[in-house]
């Protein structure tokens, strides 16, 4: 797989060292000289200084051979256009980009880019591991539309010891998993849950909230 990453600041480096370990071809585009100097020291990536906006540069880059794009510069617009010129230039069938503005999502999934607030995803994993002890990991999939929260369950949960066709669940939610020690179950209708199980739900944003509180108790 071929990767390109188009950014600036240090966060290219930690996604390059990171794709490089997995075995990926990677080239890096950074628009500061001295940046680009000092990455190509420090990884064995290609690494490119120029501005990836420039269909020249993302040419040298071998766009036209790339798997995957990832932009992210500190401008949604920038990365907005990198992607769509990766897109309608180069086809690139795969483009990512985080957000730094939330409502600029919306616009980025209309014109064809995968994207996802980093700000609505970092609040969200700083509140819930603040308020709940219950909440163990939140891992968002899909650019954030749906995340994957592991609980422990505390004596206290409102949903033990209650066959699980007889617990009314939030609209847009589902268990996945049931650790109860060292056994992994799949549940059911029949499966009763236990203090001390580790549950894996999966859920919509929308729902979490709802989620939460069933599953713990507590108003998040």
């Known amino acids: ?91 690139v069938s795969k483009t990512l980009a985080p957000v730094n503005d939330p409502d600029n999502t919306e616009v980025f999934h209309k014109l064809g880019v995968k994207a996802f607030s980093t700000t609505e995803m970092i609040s969200q994993l700083i509140e819930q591991s603040v308020q709940l002890d219950e909440i163990i990991n939140v891992l968002p999939t899909e650019e954030g539309r749906v995340l994957i929260t592991e609980f422990v369950l505390h004596e206290h949960s409102p949903i033990l010891g209650i066959p699980l066709r007889q617990i009314k669940r939030p609209e847009q939610s589902l268990l996945i998993s049931i650790i109860r020690k060292d056994e992994v179950l799949i549940p059911d209708g029949n499966s009763v849950l236990q203090a001390g199980d580790k549950i894996m739900v999966l859920t919509t944003p929308q729902s979490h909230t709802s989620v939460i509180h069933q599953i713990t108790g507590v108003k998040s």
Do not use: W
């Open 1 to 91: 797989m071929h990767i390109i990453i188009a950014g600036e600041g240090r966060l290219p480096y930690f996604l390059a060292k990171s794709f490089l370990g997995k075995g990926y071809r990677v080239t890096v585009i950074l628009p500061d000289a001295k940046e680009a100097d000092e990455l190509a020291r420090q990884v064995k990536a290609t690494v490119l200084q120029g501005n990836a906006s420039d269909p020249g540069v993302l040419g040298s880059a071998d766009a036209y051979y790339c798997d995957l794009l990832i932009a992210v510069t500190a401008r949604d617009e920038d990365n907005l256009v990198i992607s769509q010129l990766a897109n309608l230039e180069f086809g």
